[in-house]
């Protein structure tokens, strides 16, 4: 019985994951980066449209795992593991992803999985109290046969529904992908490169061994892919061109859709997405690694990029603000390599001389709230007293447009600080902290400030907020214990 249900709680644990909600989210480590979520943004936003929903209604984000993932677990997020953007080739491979998790989202499944779960769990108990049962009236093998048919039965039943539940989000996807112009050919080459992995770790690709499985079979998979979408004008265009050409009616989908009309263009699109992913690369990989991938006599934008993460975990600062200068040579006004040399010195101690490309970057961004924060930083660590206006009026704008940012709190809560303001300080400081995962000490400092700030007021009633989300936070953690 004991072997039985642990069996059954491994296979159901995709479904208690959902569950829990955001719970999985707030284990891993989210990784924010304006130019990243800008490029990731765009990727996904003319999919959300060809979904039924409004440009920006679905936001993306990375997470900090080297597995090849992505999912979404309540609300319209999808979340995307680091690792897939390593392994992906493409902007368009991502956006098949993307367009998959969609129809997740469309399809309401986060909802309907932990319905399931539990069905199957009705099963499992059902069959261990007919068990029990017919042991205790002496029937003791009845009863394992009783219990081994009904575990067999809610395994089943699980395993079905999430195939179908995959199977209904790439059928999904493939309407999504032909509504936004953007090929379908990134999807299959991703499929093909889990399918290799699949081939390399050992995995069985047998009709019997997909009754095992949550996802259909990968083979299948990119053969019903492929059937929908080699006819679409998209299939084989070049890479650096992933959105077809445009010719007659639009498709004829779901008419609340937004359907695109006329090719975009995506060389540039395709360009950023390199960007992006080198820098990510950069940044979390070990430095030996980086500059094995990216060796010195690679000049292009990308390879620049990671190095210069590269060599500035290594401390070597002189290397990473000439790599810095000469991604800005070929571009003075891209706000994300002045971001880059910014962070750099700020980083090796040099904030004075820090302020001047953050500050650039901050206005070319439109104040772009994690930029701003960092240049707040820059500010503060100056220890000018004569910065601290400015570094208040930038992050109060920061929070005010972006407040899931919890390094802009903390810095904002420094400055309150030195400006005697103690209320709005521990108000900053539970800000931070709840989205940090400390719901106790929020709790601590939300209760203050709602005591030392004046009745009524906007900070007054957040305050109130907080402590509210933070008692919320305590209950869960204690119902889990």
Known sequence: MRSAFHLLARVLAPAALLVIGAQPVAAQSILRDAETEQVLQEMVDPLTEAAGL??????????????????????????????LLNAAGSANEVQGVMAHELGHITGGHVISGPQAAGNAMKIQLLSMLAGIGAALAGAGEAGMAAMALGQQAAIGTYLQFSRTQEASADAASVQYLKCARISGEGAVTFFRRLQNLEFRHGYSQSEEAGFARTHPMTGDRISRLEAELQNDPAWGRPDADLTSEFEGEPLPVN???????????????????QRIKAKLYGYLAKPDDTLRAYPEYLTAVPARYARAYAFH?????????????A?????????YFLELKGQVLLESGKPNDALEPLRRATSLTGNNPLIASLFAHALMATENPGHLAEAEQVLRAAVGRDRENPSAWYQLGIVYNARGDVPRARLASAEQQIMSGQPREALYNAQ??????????????????????????????????
């Open 448 to 481: 203050s400030a709602e005591n030392g700030l004046p009745t009524g007021t906007p900070d007054w009633i957040r305050a109130q907020d907080v402590a509210m989300q933070a008692r919320a936070e305590l209950e869960r953690e204690r119902d889990r214990r």
């Open 327 to 335: 991604l800005i040579a070929t571009a003075p006004n891209d706000p």
């Open 313 to 325: 975990k290594e401390g070597h600062m002189d290397r990473a603000i000439a790599e810095s200068d």
């Open 54 to 83: 409004q440009k920006g209604a679905v936001d993306v984000v990375l997470i900090h795992d080297p597995s090849i993932n992505a999912f979404v677990a309540g609300g319209q997020r999808i979340y995307i593991h680091s690792g």
């Open 255 to 273: 008419p609340d859709r937004t359907c695109a009309s006329a090719p975009a263009p995506t060389a540039d699109l395709e360009m950023r997405f």
